[in-house]
């Protein structure tokens, strides 16, 4: 069973604990962020396109003050964490998706096993994400310690992920979770790496990047 299958098949089960679980009155999950976060973002984007944001109480947090709420959600103090109704919490955000993909009667925007091309563009999104934020969480570091050869590793990660993203803009209309997860990852460069001018070398990305962005679950998610 690949990733993504094994991921469909635990938020399938999930879903089917909480039919058998559940009260009969609808219950609010609740959805700890941050708003700089970008894996945060990507469900919050997620959320609002799939029409689920009623379902949610949104609740900001500082997962690097390491807060007991957040603790008791999520030991490893990180953000997305979702708490759904049964009180069981979901504390990646890819796994985070599958669940949410799988509710309400909107169109599912994880890509399936088939369309490797939407796949492609998801995983070197996320390299793109990762790279970008070790880049910044090494900066919050005190300059003496920081390593000069892990910040120019990881800015190559960068270039290197930017430019094999080139050739595949645009993306097809229909936006998809990879659409999410590679517009929440430019969106970061812009907001924590803005000296990175990644749009001078990839200019089809950044005209597709520049329409995706106005859609209304990204300008209600932009981080501050």
Known sequence: MNRLSSLRH???????HSVHCSAPAPLT????????????????????????????DEIATAPWDSPAELLAMNPASKVPALVLDEGIALTESALIAAHLDGLGDAAPLLPGAATTHLLHVWGLAEGLTAAAWLVVVEARRDEAQRSPAWLARQRNAIDR???ALEPVAPLPPAPSYAHVVLGVALGYLDFRLPSIDWRSGQPRLAQWYATFAQRDAMRATAPV
């Not at 999950?29 to 959320?47: D, E, I, N, Q, T």
């Open 29 to 56: 999950m609740k959805l700890y962020y941050a708003k700089p976060s970008p894996y945060a973002r990507r469900v919050r984007v997620l959320l609002r396109e799939r029409g689920l944001l009623s379902r949610i």
């Open 10 to 16: 635990t938020a399938t089960t999930l879903r089917r």
């Open 161 to 163: 992920c930017l430019a």
